[in-house]
């Protein structure tokens, strides 16, 4: 299973981007796909998840901001980001897990200048 990023880049606060996560190979049709954040001495954190049944979870520091969606045909998962603050520059990093499996994508640099 691979999964490809892309969307990041440098915004400025107040701003939106997109992030895009196609996963592909041997899926489960039953997954969790989600978007994970790690900004340099910090741990990564989960930003949002959605099930392929379309239940989805945020953090409460992008809830009323972010949306996380899905398209289950192209086993691809979104991140829109707006209202974008400074403390949301990090490497946000999409999983998908099924079973006991979970696989990561690379990860894309967001930065929100002040």
């Known amino acids: 299973v691979q999964l490809q990023a892309s969307g990041g880049g440098l915004v400025q606060a107040g701003g939106s981007l997109r992030l895009s996560c196609a996963a592909s190979?041997?899926?489960?049709?039953?997954?969790?796909m989600g978007w994970y954040r790690q900004a340099p001495g910090n741990r990564r954190e989960l930003v949002a998840d959605?099930?392929?049944?379309?239940?989805?979870n945020y953090a409460d520091s992008v809830k009323g901001r972010f949306t996380i969606s899905r398209d289950n045909a192209k086993n691809t998962v979104y991140l829109q980001m707006n209202s974008l603050k400074p403390e949301d520059t990090s490497i946000y990093y999409c999983?998908?897990?099924?079973?006991?499996?979970?696989?990561w994508g690379q990860g894309t640099q967001v930065t929100v200048s002040s």
């Open positions: 999983k998908i897990q099924f079973g006991v499996y979970r696989y």
């Open positions: 959605i099930i392929s049944g379309g239940t989805t």
């Open positions: 190979g041997r899926i489960f049709s039953v997954n969790c």
